[in-house]
Every structure is written in structure tokens, then in C-alpha cells.
């Protein structure tokens, strides 16, 4: 037996190359496509589940320009509490920063935890680091996160000022609550008083064009009151920073914008829907393409690969007249055809999965890492496996009739000429 199919293999070598070479193109294509759709989407759903509200009634403030940058600190501090005050908007921003902190500088469990964590990033030679998202209390009241804007309030204890800081779940086994953290930059105090679980925030890199990211292995707590002022921190909540009211007038907004140009900076504020909506756009037309070009190449392959059957039938013509006259039956040939493009369809699958997860691997690196591993092995490949069982089916429909119209009489003269 094991003969006979190493020997229908090597007779029929172009053909299965041809075969498995078109689909392994094919389906790869297909999995691009539709990884990439899912990623696009479900980046756009977790950044929404962040929002405590609809995302037209949030608004985000864009940079183009800031004359004096060592007085940015006391302007966009001053910005944002006219904002509050004359507006009545609620106005915050974020900004992550890696510092270190004097208590876990040489915890060894701790340095421990890091190392994965960090591996194979710039921070793996700096394991003492901590990831620190730094709020405006009034965050808490624009994003969805479990933490209210009351509990990052500073606390006094004695003649001390601690602020609060909460803990991902990661640390758990290494910070207890009330256990006293102190920042190397500007001796800020922080007071250990929760743990963070099963949230995510938004990407240092952009909040909007970013995948957000779990919080289980960082920290956040509110500004000090050096770093609200302090211009290189609050530098780095550029783009970062937004408004929520219940209606974002167009008035109110040129007034903002007016109100910053007066301090030198020039701002515009646009929607997170309209932020959003633009991302779609942007990235729609990429989509339809790959969509396009993946199908386009399906089509050609199932082209190809159903005349290479249909010469195959034709080159063995004889041979499946000489099957016929011995009884076998037309079901019996097209189950064997049927069955072995299903072999080889079945093999390019394998490929295609294991080429896909390793190429994704080399090439996908940081924050979009855990959403392309999540659509490949939840969407993209169950998906295209469907997809590989039509490809095989429409390919083998001319073929099929080919053989279900054959007529032994008929193969006999054919013979006889």
C-alpha cells in the first residue's frame, strides 16, 4: 500500500507541487486578510470598552505646536483647570513612565518578575524599573478602569503626603497593601491601596492607532505635585490629554483652542468617534485590498488547480476506461479524487498555519503581539479552514462532472481508434 502511494507521488509530482504550491499561496493570503480585519476590529472595540461614555461626547486635544517648552508644565496645568472650571468639562491626562522605586530597587522576587516581563526589550537590562501610568484624578471619570476619581486622592498621613497607588495582579505576591513606595526622581510617596485586575489602558504610543495593553504587570497613580507642573512629564501627556461633557459645542472648542494659542501652543480637538472614524478610513482601503488581492488569487488558483484535474483526467483517459470496464463505479473515482486534493489541501493547511504563526512571531512585535495571536488561533485559522473545504469543493466541480459524464461505450471506441 505504502508502495503503491510512493509510487502515485512520484508519477504525479508537477501535479501535487502545482496543487500544494497554488493553495499554501492562497490560504496564506487568506490569513493575512482576515487576521489583520479582526486585529483592526477588535483594537477599535477594547479601546471603546475603555471610555466610560460614547466616544462622541469625549474629546482629545492635538498638538501642532508649543513655542516655550520649559513653561509647558504651568500652561497646560493652567489650560486644564480653566477647562474645568469655565467650561465645565471634565479634563485629564495620562502618561506612562518607567521610575524606580526605592523599596523594590533590589527585591530580588521582584527583579525575578521583571525578567520576563522585560525580556528582550530595551527595559530587560534595567529589571528595577517600574511601568507607571500617571493620571489626572479626573481620568478615573473618562475611563472605565474600576478605579474611582475619589481613590486617587492624596492622603496625610502625620505630617507625610502619600499618594495612592495601585498594583497589578502580577505583584501580588510582592506588595501587600499599605506598603509605602518612594519614586527616585522627585521623592514622591505613594501608599499601596489595591491591585489592578483584568483591565487594560491605552498604548503609550497612541492611544488611538495602539492596541491598549492589560495593566496586570504595571502601576498607575495620580500626578504629584511636581510632576502636574513639572514640563518634561506633562510634555509627555501630549495628544494624551482629554475633555468629556455632555455635548462638545463647536463654540466651546474654538474657545479652548483660542485659550491655548494665547499661552503660544497650538491645539485642535477633535472627537474620539471622529478620531476613530478617521482610523477606519485610513485603514479600510488597506483592508479591501488585501481582501481583494486574497480573493482574486483564490479564484486563479481554483482555476488552475481544477484544468490541472481536468488534463489529468484526460491524460488518463484509458485508465479510467480500463477502472470502468472492471466494475469500478464513477463514485468510487471521484471519492479518490476528492480524497486525495483533500490530502494535499490538508497538507498546505499545516504550512500555511505554521509559516503564518512563525511569520507573525518575526514581524509582529510589542502591543499588537497578543491581538495577532488571538485572531490567528480564535478567527483567522478556524475561518480558513472553512474556506480551504469551498476552495477544494469549487475546484473539483468541473472534474467531477468530467468523470460523471464519462461512458464506458464510449472510452471503448475512443480506445479502438
Request: aromatic letters at 12%; proline letters at 2%; glycine letters at 4%.
Amino acid at each position: 500500500m505504502m508502495s503503491r502511494f510512493l509510487n502515485y507521488l512520484a508519477r504525479n509530482k508537477v501535479q501535487i507541487i502545482l496543487v500544494m504550491g497554488l493553495s499554501i499561496i492562497s490560504l496564506f493570503l487568506c490569513v493575512l486578510a482576515l487576521t489583520n480585519s479582526f486585529v483592526f476590529k477588535a483594537q477599535i472595540k477594547d479601546l471603546k470598552k475603555i471610555f466610560q461614555t460614547d466616544t462622541d461626547k469625549i474629546g482629545v486635544l492635538n498638538f501642532s505646536y508649543v513655542k516655550d517648552e520649559n513653561r509647558f508644565g504651568d500652561d497646560i496645568n493652567e489650560i486644564k483647570n480653566i477647562i474645568r472650571k469655565d467650561y465645565g468639562f471634565i479634563c485629564g491626562a495620562y502618561t506612562e513612565s518607567y521610575i524606580y522605586f526605592e523599596e523594590l530597587w533590589n527585591n530580588k522576587v521582584y527583579l525575578e518578575c521583571n525578567e520576563e516581563e522585560y525580556k528582550g526589550t530595551f527595559y530587560e537590562e534595567y529589571l528595577s524599573l517600574s511601568d507607571v501610568i500617571m493620571v489626572d484624578p479626573e481620568m478615573m471619570d473618562i475611563v472605565d478602569c474600576g478605579i474611582l476619581k475619589e481613590d486617587l486622592l492624596p492622603i496625610t498621613i502625620g505630617d507625610e503626603l502619600y499618594y495612592p497607588i495601585y498594583v497589578g495582579s502580577d505583584f501580588k505576591h510582592i506588595i501587600e497593601i499599605d506598603d509605602v513606595l518612594t519614586s527616585d526622581t522627585f521623592g514622591t510617596k505613594y501608599i499601596v491601596k489595591g491591585y489592578i485586575e483584568d483591565t487594560i489602558w491605552f498604548s503609550y504610543y497612541d492611544p488611538i492607532e495602539f492596541p491598549a495593553s492589560p495593566m496586570k504587570h504595571k502601576f498607575i497613580a495620580p500626578f504629584g505635585n511636581e510632576e502636574r507642573t513639572d514640563s518634561m512629564t506633562q510634555l509627555s501627556t501630549v495628544n494624551q490629554i482629554f475633555i468629556k461633557g455632555n455635548v462638545l459645542k463647536e463654540s466651546d472648542i474654538r474657545q479652548i483652542e483660542k485659550l491655548a494659542s494665547q499661552k503660544d501652543i497650538k491645539i485642535s480637538i477633535s472627537t474620539i468617534e471622529e478620531k476613530i472614524q478617521q482610523f477606519k478610513v485610513d485603514n479600510m482601503e488597506i483592508m479591501r485590498n488585501q481582501y481583494s488581492f486574497a480573493i482574486v488569487v483564490m479564484i486563479c488558483s481554483m482555476i488552475s488547480i481544477s484544468s490541472l484535474f481536468c488534463a489529468f483526467i484526460l491524460m488518463r483517459i484509458k485508465e479510467y476506461g480500463i477502472r470502468l470496464a472492471f466494475g469500478e463505479s464513477k463514485e468510487r473515482l471521484i471519492c479518490t479524487m476528492v480524497g486525495r486534493h483533500l490530502v494535499y489541501i490538508s497538507i498546505a493547511m499545516l504550512i500555511v498555519i505554521l509559516f503564518a504563526k512563525k511569520y507573525f512571531d518575526a514581524t509582529v512585535l510589542g502591543e499588537f503581539s497578543q491581538l495577532y495571536n488571538k485572531s490567528l488561533v480564535g478567527y483567522a485559522f478556524p475561518i480558513t479552514i472553512l474556506v480551504s473545504i469551498l476552495y477544494t469543493l469549487i475546484s473539483l466541480i468541473p472534474p467531477i462532472i468530467m468523470i460523471n459524464r464519462m461512458e464506458l461505450v464510449q472510452l471503448v471506441k475512443e480506445e479502438e481508434i
